[in-house]
DNA sequence: ATCCTGACCCAAG
DNA sequence: GCTTGGGCCAGGA
């Protein structure tokens, strides 16, 4: 994979988020690692600002299980994280048992 | 082509 | 715990 159509990716990078289920989360290096592309965690960005509302992007975070909006947002995400069961502690999510684990991601 | 931006990541100090 | 600097990638001006 060298050159990949930012569709394409971008396609798998969806298909990967719309699997992390209601209660678990994930984060933009996993979500990028399990579509194929380790160092796509900035693309991940890109496709969750234009899918909006399309797909559950509460459910991904930045490292540690950090919340990486400001202000209003970024409320709006843990309020609907804690909505589902999502535990926090402190300023981040609580990681253990929370996070998604991908299964062996397409060959 | 260059410069800047974005919900980034991580090793160092 | 914090800040800094370097590395990553695509898209828009």
Excluded: N
């Excluded at 396609?11 to 160092?39: D, E, F, N, S, W």
């Amino acid at each position: 994979m060298k050159k990949p159509a930012s569709e394409f990716c971008a396609a798998a990078i969806r298909k990967v988020i719309r699997q992390i289920p209601r209660g678990k989360v994930a984060t933009y290096g996993q979500v990028a690692a399990a579509a194929g592309y380790p160092l796509y965690h900035r693309q991940v960005v890109q496709v969750l600002r234009k899918a909006g509302e399309s797909l559950p992007w509460q459910r991904v975070l930045g490292a540690g299980g950090e919340i990486r909006f400001k202000h209003e947002m970024a409320q709006e995400q843990r309020v609907r994280l804690e909505m589902e069961g999502v535990r926090f502690r402190g300023g981040r999510v609580d990681m253990t048992g929370h996070q998604h684990v991908f299964r062996t991601w397409e060959l």
